[in-house]
């Protein structure tokens, strides 16, 4: 019966003056029954409806195309910010470590500034950068060479290597890397993005911060206390009381007169080790009778004692022992000379061989003296020629910077490669030709010396800085050039 039928029923029922209770019970009783199938039938309805939307959202397919920043009109999505995003933390995560850097997010930065509120500010930096440098590439028409595209697709291949070690798919591994929002046709294009806008900063800071020799030379000028080198050495003494505790554990803090104590007889040890030293003792066998040790590593101008080794009124057979009171203690220290750092650069070719080199059965992990017999193995193949070497770089090789030139870094400066490496160049009699094995946290070089160069370290050094903050200012400008609005509704499903 329709509700109208209803309605008309009882109409005439109500105007008769009758009512018939078991037909009232029985209406009535109906009704609920309706209004309940009802009431679940919406409630189903609706939670159908909720499910579906939340495997939309979970799939990040709303979040894909909702904008986080907009820079000079221009929309940037979740994922694209994600990208930066991402970029910062993990410069952070290979120094600090991925579960430390996790816990850190939620960390205060600045007042009710988190860590991960900072990381949010420094990818839209660098988004405005990239924006900007972008913008400038185009109106310059730089483009995309042969060149580029192979760095491109080098970096794609890495990242699917990598998730196919991981027993990722692309796709999967990218979401693992970004977040659920990120896709291969985005990661792409935003690595676009970057190498475009690198490639324009290159270029153009190559073109216009161009030095003479005579302004290097001034740089330097202003500024030796940077680049020179000190052949010097020496002792810390301390002067910071001992600590004590109470019975229950806790450290008692020393009076006035415990440090003042303490202090002087610092002083009085550093005086019996500079003793020592003038009348002929080796200052190391002076420190070690004192409990004391040498450093011949020289702190910087603007501590206490590199103050007093930079100090031009310093000559060769200086001694003497200098107060930092404000740090509880004293040093002796001995100057013998200073001179500019003159370290060629060099040019070299190398054969990184790690476990990856090994073919050994699925679960068994290298042993360290495998690794190395492989890098011998590989050297005692090698047919004599510097040809040889670079085909034996190019099939060997695990150093992607160089595992397709042959190996080859060309005017290596000083400092620029790990310690192991760099000192097998610079030994005393180091020759072109020369071959040798050397082992690193990355595993074990095969080395092979080309020959140095003729760019002296302090006027390479000097050069870079001069660049490199030319560079930062002309960046700051381009990124201060671009207006940048958060939406905050996007921002928040970035990280």
């Keep these: 019966m329709s509700a109208s039928r209803e309605k008309k029923k009882r109409q005439e029922t109500l105007a008769s003056g009758t009512v018939d209770p078991k037909a009232a019970r029985a209406a009535e009783q109906k009704a609920a029954e309706r209004k309940s199938n009802i009431l679940y039938s919406t409630v189903a309805i609706a939670f159908v409806v909720i499910a579906a939307a939340l495997l939309v959202y979970n799939s990040g397919i709303i979040q894909r195309n909702q904008t986080a920043v907009t820079l000079d009109g221009q929309k940037y999505t979740v994922p694209q910010t994600a990208y ?10 290979s120094m600090l470590g991925q ?74 591994y990218l ?78 803090e020393a009076t006035d007169e415990e440090k003042a104590a303490a202090l002087e007889a610092a002083k009085e040890k550093a005086q019996a080790i500079l003793d020592a030293y003038s009348s002929g003792k080796d200052l190391e066998a002076a420190a070690s009778a004192n409990d004391a040790t040498v450093s011949t590593t020289i702190p910087s101008a603007s501590s206490v004692a590199g103050g007093w080794f930079f100090d031009e009124a310093r000559k060769g057979g200086d001694a003497e022992v200098i107060a930092d009171e404000d740090n ?7 100057f013998n000379s200073r001179e500019r750092d003159e370290a060629l650069d060099y040019n070299v070719r190398h054969i990184l061989v790690t476990a990856e080199n090994l073919d050994l059965p699925e679960g ?24 040889g070497f670079e085909t034996l770089a190019n099939e060997n090789s695990k150093d992607g910077g160089s595992n397709t030139n042959g190996g080859l870094y060309e005017n290596v400066a000083k400092g620029s490669m790990v310690a192991a490496f760099q000192d097998w160049c610079y030994e005393d009699g180091r020759q072109p030709g020369d071959t040798g094995i050397v ?31 030319a560079v930062a200012e002309w960046q700051t400008t381009m990124t201060n050039g671009v207006a940048a609005e958060i939406a905050n509704g996007g921002m928040k499903q970035v990280g």
């Design 99 to 172: 579960e430390y850097l996790q816990s850190m997010k939620s960390q205060a930065y600045d007042g009710d500034k988190t860590w991960n509120d900072y990381f949010k500010e420094q990818a839209v930096e660098s988004m405005k950068f990239v924006h900007a440098a972008k913008t400038a590439a185009a109106a310059a028409n730089v483009t995309l060479e042969a060149a580029d595209e192979e760095t491109i697709k080098a970096n794609i291949d890495g990242i699917k290597s990598a998730a196919a070690a991981g027993g990722y798919s692309y796709g999967a």
């Design 364 to 387: 068994q992990e290298a042993e360290d003296d495998q690794i190395k017999a492989k890098a011998e193995t590989l050297l005692a193949s090698w047919d004599g020629t510097e040809e």
């Design 175 to 252: 979401k693992a890397l970004y977040g659920p929002t990120m896709t291969g046709s985005i990661f792409e294009s935003c690595l676009r993005d970057q190498v475009i806008a690198s490639k324009y900063a290159t270029q153009y800071s190559d073109e216009t911060f161009v030095y003479t020799d005579e302004e290097i030379q001034a740089h330097y000028d202003e500024n030796k206390d940077s680049y020179d080198v000190i052949d010097g050495a020496y002792v810390t003494v301390s002067g910071t009381p001992e600590i004590k505790t109470d019975d229950e554990g806790n450290t008692v």
């Design 328 to 334: 509880s203690q004293y040093y002796v220290a001995v």
């Design 439 to 469: 082992k690193s946290n990355y595993g074990y070089h095969i080395m092979y010396f080309v020959g140095y160069g003729d760019t002296e370290y302090w006027h390479y050094a000097c050069e870079n800085d001069m660049r490199n903050e």
């Design 84 to 93: 930066y995003y991402q970029s910062i933390c993990n410069n952070y995560a």
